[in-house]
């Protein structure tokens, strides 16, 4: 795995409009190449929020960003498209398109302004339809899907665009325990960068390489879910007591709550 620093942020600081105190407050997020990086904390904690700047929702009031040791705000539009893709945590019900039409909407970001777009689809394509097994779904309509088949579906547009780094806000949410699982086991083996926001800490412990821990608008913890998942964060953070032992299976950290 390559340890080369992939994406950084440098005392990021963010404060909405008219509101009294930051939502970040001094964040330093290193991510390395090729990781799957888990940013968990309680409501309200700034996961989001954070998100929004990586992804160039939101401008930071301080600090910077760097993607590949470039200035994330000096990209193109169609520059950062090609090397970076976004699931939202939520998306419109009301899309009036096909799940084919709305797929296709991730070649965009590769294609010339005069080209066509090609019938069918490539093998790379083929394979993300059915590692999220959404190939059953290409002719239905988007709104009449159901949440965590939405979810499966913005999950492959956004690898459409063939991303060197994907970012996504809570990609769990709406699916039901299979589709948690095989979706959580797909983005760890993809080989590229991912970010994304959690809640549920074992499934973070079992699939990410490092996770940053939030908590009142500051990063306060980033490395192994091993070195970072101890009793005393968990109680300090989520305000709840935890014990901690290798699940039988998997050999992976598993948590127990009390």
């Known amino acids: 795995m390559d340890n080369s620093i992939h994406l950084q942020t440098h005392q990021l600081c963010w404060q909405p409009p008219g509101t009294p105190a930051r939502i970040l407050d001094d964040v330093h997020l290193t ?11 309680p ?3 700034g996961k989001t929020s954070l998100l929004r700047c990586l992804y160039r929702s939101e401008k930071p009031d301080q600090g910077s960003i760097t993607l590949d040791g470039q200035s994330l705000l000096s990209y193109s539009s169609q520059d950062l498209a090609k090397k970076l893709a976004v699931v939202l945590q939520e998306h419109p019900a009301d899309i009036p398109l096909c799940v ?4 296709r909407l991730g070649r965009i970001p590769h294609r010339d302004f005069l080209s066509r777009d090609r019938r069918g689809y490539s093998d790379y394509e083929q394979q993300i339809n059915t590692e999220l097994d959404i190939s059953r779904l290409l002719k ?3 709104e009449n899907l159901s949440g965590g088949e939405k979810q499966r579906v913005m999950i492959a547009r956004a690898l459409y665009q063939k991303p060197e780094l994907l970012i996504l806000d809570e990609p769990t949410n709406h699916l039901d325990i299979a589709h948690q699982l095989s979706i959580m086991r797909y983005l760890a083996g993809l080989k590229i960068t991912v970010i994304c926001s959690l809640h549920d800490l074992n499934l973070a412990a079992h699939f990410c390489d490092e996770v940053a821990i939030m908590h009142q608008g500051r990063l306060v913890e980033q490395g192994t879910p ?8 968990i109680k300090q953070v989520f305000n709840v007591n935890a014990i901690s032992d290798q699940h039988p299976s998997t050999g992976s950290l598993r948590l127990s709550f009390y």
């Open 43 to 45: 409501n309200g904690s």
């Open 140 to 142: 239905r309509s988007y």
């Open 31 to 41: 991510v390395k190449q090729s990781h799957f990086v888990g940013v968990l904390g």
């Open 226 to 233: 091993e070195a970072v998942f101890t009793p005393e964060t």
């Open 100 to 103: 084919d039409e709305l797929l």
